[in-house]
């Protein structure tokens, strides 16, 4: 019956493709990792709806769900996020009128997988304090590091950031950032005291430099250009510091679960991690649950539970 009076909304295909391009132009003040996986999610939704008559109804979402599944072969977690991307751009087309309904509001995905970790948290601080800070490369490379894992700031934020969003309070530092969503609002990354001395040593290794250049660029030769370090070059840079050996590499992604893992273990409340992180809802601490009791054992996981 539910299905019944939704109301139907035919959208025809070139309009739909304006109004994708419309969407894409409102995420401009969105972070640009946000802005590239909506704009693949809608891309795949303009497929599906070249081949399938859509309506605009829950039902159509479903189907839409199912074929990322069965016939694009994505991963429950990608078809998550593609799902996400579809409520924002149809709640989109309700502030243009264009709708009256959210019809991809109710239909949800699966349940997130979650990986083990295999490499405990004392093995991955070690790694990162035993990198070579001799040069300009180690102590990027380090201060890089030491801002996720000490402080948990994500990859996106230090991509992007300037000489001139850190700011200096005395030994310690924060930093400015774009937050998520479409508004583009700042802000502040409270970053700890020993990733702060990382952070300025690497900064003077470049000296002199000005609050208009990235924080963190490529190394050619021996000295820093001013190439922003892009997000496949952060990957393959860290990827060095962060082999085990075998499977027991620890993506550049995970380092934030291991800030929080950090974090519980030196006595700080799930509240309080909450609030560090900046997290948003409760999927990273369901993550953090799951990984937890694999990488420093039972304690850690019932308080987090």
Known sequence: M??????????????????????????????????HVYKKALDRLLDFTKSNSVRFLP????????????????????????????????????DLGILKRNPAWSVHGSAQEFKTLKV????????????????????????????????????????????????????????NVRGEGSRGE?????????????????LESRSPVTAGEPLFTTIRGRRASSVRLSFRGARAAMRRHLDFGGERKVRLDSLRTYCAIRLMSRGKSSGEVRSIMRFRSNMPFRKIMFEAKSVNGKKIHREIG
């Open 186 to 202: 700042y802000e502040q990354v409270s970053i700890s005291q020993p990733a702060s001395s990382a952070l300025f040593s690497y």
């Open 2 to 35: 539910a299905l019944e009076k939704f109301p139907v909304t035919r959208i025809p295909q070139s309009q739909l493709v304006s109004l994708v391009k419309q969407f894409d132009v409102r995420m401009q003040h969105a972070r640009k990792t946000t802005r």
């Open 59 to 94: 039902k159509d979402f479903i189907e839409f769900r199912l074929w990322l599944f069965n016939d694009q072969k994505l991963s429950r977690n990608t078809v998550n996020v593609y799902l996400t991307a579809s409520r924002r751009f149809c709640e989109f087309l309700i």
């Open 120 to 175: 405990k948290l004392t093995e991955v601080a070690a790694a990162i304090s035993r990198i070579d800070r001799t040069t300009v490369l180690g102590k990027r490379d380090f201060a890089f590091l030491s801002a996720i894992l000490e402080s948990g700031a994500k990859i996106s934020e230090l991509i992007n950031a300037d000489v001139g969003d850190l700011k200096r309070y005395g030994r310690q530092a924060k930093l």
